[in-house]
């Protein structure tokens, strides 16, 4: 998630939570809610020009030893244990479990592993529950992968972005294409699944380029497909060269041709859309982690910057290494501020979250004043007719393109 920090209101020091946000998480509830956790790991090697995620170079972390980052995310777990307990909260086993970044894999593959023993040993792990870590390709080889894979890693998803070099230098990605075989082979090999992730839309990528990069990751026969757009983020390297005229965005049009290329052709190669940019080989390889904060289940976030939401109690840590650091030593609760949901922005988002998720929104949960709209956006061509008639929203693929605005 982008790096900027919401305001909100002010964190208690000790972190506990409103007594409401217990309610509904115990398994006596009509539909007990999911606890996941996220991991975050705010290094990467070099920045990418596009990328505003809370992470820093070796040059940024003002004397921050990134060996000792495990030991901080594990006293968060441990204080988010005593947090949690202590709000009346259920104890409940987690699924999914997330490590993301910034890049994960930058740490030593045992600090990975360490972290993944202490969350089991601190809330146990459902069994069956994905356990997946962001990697660049760059930044691992086949002993790393087996490593995370013994150790209880289930999956792995790699920035690959594109397959074209030119497009990855504008992105200003370091790897090198032709080692996407190696690491989805490695992977395979070590019984992790594997995620791909594509961005279309960089200055200067044509549309024959994107379908290289289409035919290139169907090739790898993934099982998980994520095809962002590229946003232009405010205060990046490639804002300020768009701004100056250095490189130019594609138009819309073009964009929307890109979308619906990729999704003709991953759709034929049997894979399926299950939310506007993601695309699994069957319903068992959905991301759980995505589709946990979709459906507005449960999670506690780890690390600098890192958002939490546990009810309806939403809460966001420290930005920089430092400041987290410091507060995890001194027993402090890492948050920077928070904010509790009220009913109306909860729906609001439920909505907003649920309509980009294929047959995910329930038609009889929308307040009936909001049934017209639906007949509405039918008669558009933006939401599936048959699919209401059984009762779930499902955009169509001219639905997906104009997404938001539905
Ligand atoms: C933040 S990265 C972390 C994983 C890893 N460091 C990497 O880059 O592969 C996760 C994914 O976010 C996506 N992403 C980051 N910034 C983006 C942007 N400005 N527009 C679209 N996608 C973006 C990329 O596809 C990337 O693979
Ligand atoms: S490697 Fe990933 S997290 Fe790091 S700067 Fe690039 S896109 Fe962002």
Not at 3 to 30: F, I
Request: with cysteine; aromatic share 8%; hydrophobic share 40%.
């Amino acid at each position: 998630m982008p790096s900027t920090l919401p305001l909100g209101d002010p964190a208690p020091v000790d972190g506990l939570l409103p007594a409401p946000a217990a309610e509904g998480a115990d398994a006596g509830a009509d539909a007990p809610r999911d606890f996941g956790l996220y991991v975050h790991v705010p290094f990467c090697r070099v920045r990418c020009g596009y990328c505003d995620f809370n992470t820093y170079t070796a040059t940024e972390l003002r004397g921050v030893r990134q060996s000792d980052y495990a030991s901080q995310a594990i006293a968060e777990m441990r204080f988010a244990a005593g947090v949690l307990d202590a709000s009346g909260q259920p104890a409940r086993p987690l699924a999914p479990v997330f490590f993301g970044g910034g890049t994960p894999t930058l740490l030593p593959a045992g600090q990975l592993v360490a972290m993944l023993a202490a969350a089991r040993d601190t809330w146990g792990i459902a069994p069956g529950a994905e356990v997946t870590t962001e990697a660049n390709p760059d930044s691992v080889d086949a002993s790393y992968l087996r490593t995370l894979a013994d150790a209880g890693f289930t999956r792995v998803s790699f920035g690959m972005q594109s397959a074209v070099p030119h497009v990855l230098a504008t992105l200003e990605r370091t790897h090198d294409p032709e080692r996407i075989p190696d690491v989805v082979r490695w992977a395979k090999d070590a019984g992790l699944d594997v995620s791909l992730d594509l961005i279309y839309g960089t200055p200067g990528e044509s549309l024959e380029d994107w379908q290289r990069s289409i035919d290139a990751v169907l090739a790898e026969r993934p099982d998980h497909i994520s095809a962002y757009a590229l946003i232009v983020e405010e205060g990046t390297k490639l804002a300020r060269q768009i701004r100056s005229g250095q490189v130019a965005v594609p138009s819309d049009d073009l964009q929307a041709d890109m979308y619906e290329r990729a999704d003709a052709a991953f759709g034929a190669a049997g894979y399926e859309w299950y939310e506007v940019s993601n695309w699994a080989r069957d319903a068992e390889h959905r991301s759980r982690h995505n589709l946990g904060y979709w459906v507005g289940n449960d999670w506690w976030g780890i690390g600098p910057g890192s958002h939490s939401y546990v009810g309806d109690t939403r809460w966001w840590n420290v930005k920089h290494p430092a400041a987290y650091a410091q507060r995890i030593a001194a027993g402090e609760s890492p948050a920077a501020g928070r904010e509790t949901i009220g009913a109306d922005a909860r729906e609001l988002e439920r909505i907003l979250l649920l309509t980009r998720v294929r047959g995910a929104l329930h038609l009889r949960t929308l307040a009936p004043e909001a049934r017209p709209a639906v007949a509405a956006l039918i008669a558009e061509g933006l939401i599936d007719g048959p699919a209401a008639l059984r009762g779930t929203l499902e955009l169509t693929l001219q639905g997906r393109l104009l997404a938001d605005a539905v």
